[in-house]
């Protein structure tokens, strides 16, 4: 721009004796002042993000055996943070004999003074027929079954409890069988393998919680 300038400023000295206006020579020739910046548009209200809470989030703490040890992580703390009471539960995934996920049970102690000492929650498909209910079978012992409990969009819940006697059987126990009836075939019978492979060192880890 200073080039233009001096440029412009030339051509009107040079004008001048030739009897031509000086002025009106420079504001032919002189550069026009640049042009401003547009103002910043604010954005509008609607566009601006308030954030929202963080939540706790599940991550895989440590292994046993064939059960995987499920926390909560605080938001509010540092990974590399040491939570004092991080809520935590046994976690393991059923498959069927194809090897394709059908289920999830996820084991965590109660607090005393019922019955049940252990609550599990055990996922299924949506397309289970619920009034056959789940049988749960620990090794050779006796089945038991239970009602479920509610259907949400990623598959349907049983809330189970466990007696002392249950934790005790699964501890000493090898395996257990989780069985569940397909509504488009009710006469089926799917058995899923429940391994109790690590179960012990997992279910004590979390009553130290």
Do not use: H
């Amino acid at each position: 721009m200073q080039i233009t300038y001096r440029t412009a400023l030339l051509m009107a000295l040079l004008a001048a004796p030739l009897g031509l206006n000086a002025q009106t020579a420079t504001d032919e020739t002189a550069p026009q002042a640049a042009e401003e910046p547009a103002p910043a548009i604010a954005p509008a209200p609607d566009d601006l993000s308030l954030g929202e809470e963080a939540i706790p989030e599940p991550y895989i703490k440590q292994e046993f055996g064939d059960w995987k040890l499920q926390c909560l992580r605080d938001p509010n703390l540092a990974e590399t943070a040491e939570p004092a009471n991080e809520p935590c539960q046994l976690f393991q995934v059923l498959q069927d004999d194809q090897g394709t996920n059908v289920a999830e049970v996820t084991i965590f102690p109660l607090a005393d003074g019922g019955k049940a000492v252990a609550g599990a929650n055990i996922l299924v498909p949506l397309e289970t027929l619920l009034s056959a209910q789940l049988t749960i079978q620990i090794d050779n012992g006796n089945a038991r079954r239970y009602p479920y409990s509610f259907c949400s969009p990623i598959g349907c819940f049983a809330r189970v409890g466990f007696t002392n006697e249950d934790i005790a059987a699964m501890k000493k126990g090898a395996q257990a069988k989780v069985l569940l009836r397909p509504a488009p075939a009710p006469d089926e019978v799917v058995t899923l393998d429940m391994s109790l492979a690590g179960f012990t060192a997992g279910f004590d880890s979390l009553s130290l919680k």
